[in-house]
């Protein structure tokens, strides 16, 4: 059982930057793929980022390519999303998920989630 608990969220100013962290106590991470989702109010959950199991391949959504950047440290169990030019669009609960499928933009090929943390863009 993965246990997944993110942190770094907060309110910041459009333009700012954050980096969110993801850090896993159970099984040694590197057996999953990790991936970032967020939910929005009045929204479904979307993909946002994905990482293979060792870091080789990520994916992005078209809206955050170039803006945002995952990466992860196996040794640390910890997967961070890096996310520079935010905007009030990327307001939202991130959540960070495991999965044993291999990289996917798809939520249900997720084994595990953590509780979510908040991103507010805003003036």
């Known amino acids: 059982q993965e246990q997944l608990v993110e942190s770094g969220g907060g309110l910041v100013q459009p333009g700012d930057s954050l980096r969110l962290s993801c850090t896993a106590s159970g099984p040694p991470v590197n057996r999953y793929a990790m991936g970032w989702f967020r939910q929005a109010p009045g929204k479904e959950r979307e993909f946002v980022a994905a990482?293979?199991?060792?870091?080789?391949?990520?994916r992005y959504a078209d809206s955050v390519r170039g803006r945002f950047t995952i990466s992860r440290d196996n040794a640390k169990n910890t997967v961070y999303l890096g996310m520079n030019s935010l905007t009030p669009e990327d307001t939202a609960v991130f959540y960070c998920?495991?999965?044993?499928?291999?990289?996917?933009?798809?939520?249900?090929?997720?084994?595990?989630w953590g509780q979510g943390t908040q991103v507010t863009v805003s003036t």
């Open positions: 990482i293979s199991s060792y870091g080789g391949r990520t």
């Open positions: 998920a495991a999965g044993s499928s291999g990289i996917s933009t798809n939520r249900e090929t997720y084994d595990y």
